[in-house]
């Protein structure tokens, strides 16, 4: 293709975006005077908000989206939190590198699950306007099916918390305060009373199951639930590795991993 041709394509067809724009002396996002509107203003979770959702949440909604990021900042030497101080011990120059170590594995085991759980509640197809009989008989013939197949229902269960995820706990308590629990999250808590393992053990509702519809009934993309959970966990990485740097475990932990991983291949090879 010729650089003539790209130019008709061009031409035909100019790059848009409605995300954001600036000059010398002003700066728009999403049609908000950044300086003049937002700075000062609103706090990070809302300016988030603004960014994927294109507009102000209303308080409720900042109370429980910010709810949302808080929920899953930290949960302890979890393997992105490992995978970024060890990732630090090797190059401490670069903080963003062991930021970027720890959040590139979020995916459908850790901080992934947001994603999952909205495409699995969302794919139930409740109307909007369903009541609590509707969505009870829509959880179960669901739970039943996952069951019956012997599926992993996204968003349900946790290894730690066995018995309940407090996080859930005050996420819906918060929800039920700001009058927002929408149709995903109630659909979501009808599912937790019949979703069991193979074995009839129980699964509840975990944090990132219901961060996923409380995300989808706020309206945010499907598609970004992921970087959502991604942009929560950078501030705890972040924090990991500003302990890390004060009381360093990750020179501890290699060689952990040295004196506890048997080489079972051969010692030398012939020739």
């Not at 990021?69 to 101080?85: C, I």
């Not at 069951?147 to 066995?162: A, N, Q, S, T």
């Not at 069991?196 to 129980?202: K, L």
């Not at 598609?223 to 475990?249: C, D, K, M, W, Y």
Request: glycine share 10%; aromatic share 8%.
């Amino acid at each position: 293709m010729t650089p003539d041709s790209y130019d008709s394509i061009y031409a035909a067809k100019p790059f848009v975006s409605s995300m954001g724009s600036s000059t010398h002396d002003h700066i728009d996002v999403q049609g908000y005077d950044l300086a003049g509107e937002l700075m000062g203003k609103v706090d990070f979770g809302s300016m988030f908000f603004v960014l994927l959702a294109g507009r102000l949440p209303s308080d409720a909604e900042a109370a429980l989206f910010n709810a949302v990021l808080v929920a899953l900042a930290d949960h302890g030497m979890t393997p992105s939190v490992l995978a970024a101080r060890l990732t630090y011990t090797g190059a401490p120059e670069a903080v963003q590198g062991a930021v970027a170590a720890g959040v590139l594995g979020a995916g459908s085991t850790f901080l992934g699950v947001f994603e999952d759980s909205a495409r699995f509640l969302v794919g139930l197809n409740a109307p909007t306007d369903a009541d609590d009989s509707e969505l009870d008989a829509t959880a179960r013939t669901a739970a039943e099916r996952y069951r019956r197949h012997d599926w992993r229902i996204p968003g349900f269960g946790h290894p730690v918390h066995k018995s309940g995820d407090p996080r859930t706990k005050a996420l819906y308590r918060i929800a039920h305060e700001h009058n927002t629990v929408g149709v995903h999250f109630r659909l979501a808590l009808h599912v937790e009373k019949y979703a069991q393992s193979r074995s009839g053990v129980p699964l509840p509702l975990n944090a990132g199951g219901a961060c996923g519809a409380i995300l989808t009934d706020l309206g945010i993309p499907m598609t970004s639930l992921r970087g959502v959970a991604a942009v929560s966990r950078a501030a705890g990485i972040v924090g990991h590795l500003v302990e890390e740097a004060r009381n360093p475990i990750g020179t501890a932990l290699w060689h952990l991993a040295e004196e506890r991983v048997q080489y079972v291949g051969r010692s030398s090879r012939k020739r």
